[in-house]
């Protein structure tokens, strides 16, 4: 022990203040364990609140406003061009994250929550050091320990010939490029994905000329191909160009901005050797925070990609350690981190609970947005498990004409012999917010006819899951109609 070093003993600590961190800290103080929440940020809430998902959609809102107001003149309406108050538009954000760490704060204190500002090292399996910022260190022994370290932006240091331009200015990455600190005139992504996409819906609405670079053959690699189409073409309206199978291969800072060399896959003909921008925004995905915390003096186990092995109790390898959330697999997601969350401290209160769900959604929030749950097409041929899909578009969809947005398509995949439903995908409006019905479907074991019975308000855009599998119902019906047939015929 360090001389001066404070000593505090907990029940449980908790390593990391974001949504799992904080929702396993609240849970645990329910169930009436002492609790102390150590992060190494002044305020609670994560890469989620601070740097992930609640300034993304905030700018995503804003960028939803100006898309609007252009598409507006086809129903009659026109709008001057929008102003963009950049400043303001800061603030706003701003003013939602704070608003939203605050509360963060006030329920923590309000269960009994303690709080530690600093960062945290494991000195065994017992304790870890946290070093606070202008005070002493403290030694936290504790009975338990959950980690919950979130991820970080993944770098791509061996495409830059100079090391220090990584650190320029004219280098975003996800969390960077939404603090917004000015609108590039011309902005290259690399990176496909939903991060990639997200923002560049975001500058693109604001007044970046975008250009999309996928070293893939499609947008949103694992995606469903009918889900990604729809998105894939608004997205080629939207932005300037987009580059698939197209690998990366240098990334130069010059005085003007940015210059990345391209390397086509063989017969690409329209893509350029080099682009030139004013930013370059690196969108390749996350890695866990696992390193530089001291694990290697417990006994969790890490794999290659450098997340931390978690049974479905949460459990690590290290009988007094948890983790859950980013640093624990994919998906790398703050709805499945607060579901483990809960598990984790429920376990831990000698509750049976265990991370047993049969589904994890996802939403990409672009316009428009795609939403999937469960199984899709792919995964399953993988697997060998046998489907039927159902699809309905929303060009049959009434809700969707009144807002003139019909752009897209609700598919169901269920098993052929008990109808059950497998999987769902959504693309169009709102589509994250629909896909819940499909997720307590598939957690409940539902079949086609549980869809397709269950009343649905009108006009709305749920129908279309209900319309989907009213069509996979018919189309058995018609199928057995034919087989009733040829069995009456051939009698």
Known sequence: ???????????????????????????????????????????????????????SKALLHAAELVVNARHAEKIGLKFESPK?????????????????????????????????????TFNDSR??????????????????????????PTKLPFLFKNEADM??????????????????????????????????????????????????DGLIPGCDRDLVRPLATRLGEMFKAIYLSTKVTGIAVTKDGVEVSLEAAE???????????????????????????????????????????????????????????DVS????????????AYVAAEVLAGRPSAFDNRCVPAVIFTEPEVAWCGLNEAEAKAKGIAFSVAKFPWSASGRAMTLADTNGTTKIL????????????????RAGDLITEAVLAIEMGAVLEDLAVAIHPHPTLSETINEAALSALARLDRNRSKEVEKQISSS
């Open 1 to 55: 022990m360090v001389v001066g070093e404070m000593v505090q003993e907990v029940d449980l600590a908790i390593i990391g203040g974001g949504p799992g961190g904080y929702s396993a800290a609240l849970r645990a103080a329910e169930l009436g364990i002492k609790v102390l929440l150590v992060d190494d940020k002044p305020k609670l809430g994560g890469v989620c609140l601070h740097m992930g998902c609640i300034p």
């Open 84 to 120: 963009i108050d950049l400043p303001a538009l800061r603030g706003w954000k701003q003013g939602v994250l704070d608003k939203l760490a605050m509360g963060v704060a006030g329920m923590c204190k309000s269960a009994g929550v303690e709080v530690l500002n600093g960062r945290a």
């Open 127 to 152: 304790s870890v050091r946290v070093d606070c910022p202008g005070e002493s260190a403290v030694r936290v022994k504790f009975k338990h320990c959950i980690l919950a370290t979130g991820s970080r």
């Open 167 to 216: 650190d320029s200015s004219c280098v975003l990455d996800s969390t960077s490029a939404l603090s917004l600190d000015d609108i590039p005139k011309k902005l290259v992504i690399i990176g496909g994905g939903y991060i990639g996409l997200e923002l560049g819906t975001v500058y693109s609405a604001l007044g970046s000329e975008v250009t999309v670079v996928e070293m893939t």
């Open 267 to 325: 017969g690409s003909k329209d893509t350029p050797a080099k682009l030139s921008a004013d930013k370059v925004l690196i969108a390749v995905g996350r890695r866990p925070n696992s390193d530089k915390l001291g694990l290697e003096n417990t006994q969790v186990t890490i794999d290659k990609l450098g997340f931390v092995g978690v049974d479905e109790k949460c459990q690590t390898s290290d009988k007094r350690i948890l983790a859950i959330g």
């Open 329 to 340: 697999g994919q998906p790398m997601l703050a709805h499945r981190a607060i579901r483990q």
């Open 414 to 429: 269920f098993a052929p012999d008990t109808t059950e439903v497998l999987g769902v995908g959504i693309v169009g409006p």
